[in-house]
């Protein structure tokens, strides 16, 4: 069994940052990938980021150049560094782990962007 407990998201105001992090416990292997995506209400789930074990990593267009992902495989727990935070970013943020074909998701965590 794989788990994922997500934690840091909250209001913030446009231009403002937030952090995001995800932890993973259970069976847990290397050569996994784990990253962020996202759905805001109405719409389609997206990618937000996501980084494999090795460290290759892969944005969402719409973020890049303001989101970074980062994981510490020994605590198998990856982050996302959001800032510059737009309106648009609003939505629920999902952790996924991608692991030997099976995919696993957390409960996902609000983030708001508001003034």
């Known amino acids: 069994q794989v788990q994922l407990v997500e934690s840091g998201g909250g209001l913030v105001q446009p231009g403002g940052s937030l952090r995001l992090a995800c932890a993973a416990s259970?069976?847990?292997?290397?050569?996994?990938?784990m990253g962020w995506y996202r759905q805001a209400p109405g719409k389609q789930r997206e990618l937000v980021a996501i980084?494999?074990?090795?460290?290759?990593?892969n944005y969402g267009d719409s973020v890049k150049g303001r989101f970074t992902i980062s994981r510490d495989n020994a605590k198998n727990t990856v982050y996302l560094q959001m800032n510059s935070l737009k309106l648009e970013d609003t939505a629920v943020y999902y952790c996924?782990?991608?692991?030997?074909?099976?995919?696993?998701w957390g409960q996902g965590t609000q983030v708001t962007v508001s003034s």
């Open positions: 259970g069976s847990i292997f290397s050569m996994n990938a």
């Open positions: 980084k494999s074990y090795s460290g290759t990593t």
């Open positions: 996924k782990l991608l692991q030997r074909g099976n995919e696993y």
